[in-house]
């Protein structure tokens, strides 16, 4: 297992954005492919997004075309640009590593980070 720091999350207003970080604590480098998770209060925990070590980004569908993954290798960073934030985007994000097959089976995911909140005000 890899520990994982997320960073910034926030309150901010429908419409609005927000830029969430995730890197590994220490010096290991992470080579795989990485992604955020989210879960609401009271639901199941979902996927949102990854990115593979060649650059492959997928998302779920509510979020594309506002959300991006990005990942800077040399920082040994993981990115999630969040645009257009909705209500329904409120959440606990947590980032991910050594992701499953299916990005979806998040009970599958071998690492996480501690999570970090994300509330969007209508």
């Known amino acids: 297992q890899v520990q994982l720091v997320e960073s910034g999350g926030g309150l901010v207003q429908a419409g609005g954005s927000l830029r969430l970080s995730c890197a590994p604590a220490g010096s290991i480098l992470v080579i795989n492919a990485m992604g955020w998770y989210r879960q609401a209060p009271g639901k199941e925990r979902e996927f949102v997004a990854a990115i593979s070590s060649a650059g492959t980004s997928d998302y779920e569908d509510s979020v594309k075309g506002r959300f991006n993954i990005s990942r800077d290798i040399a920082k040994n960073t993981v990115y999630l640009q969040m645009n257009s934030l909705k209500a329904e985007d409120t959440a606990v994000y947590y980032c991910?590593?050594?992701?499953?097959?299916?990005?979806?089976?998040?009970?599958?995911?071998?690492?996480w980070g501690q999570g970090t909140q994300v509330t969007v005000s209508s």
């Open positions: 991910a590593a050594d992701l499953p097959y299916y990005y979806s089976h998040y009970w599958e995911v071998g690492s």
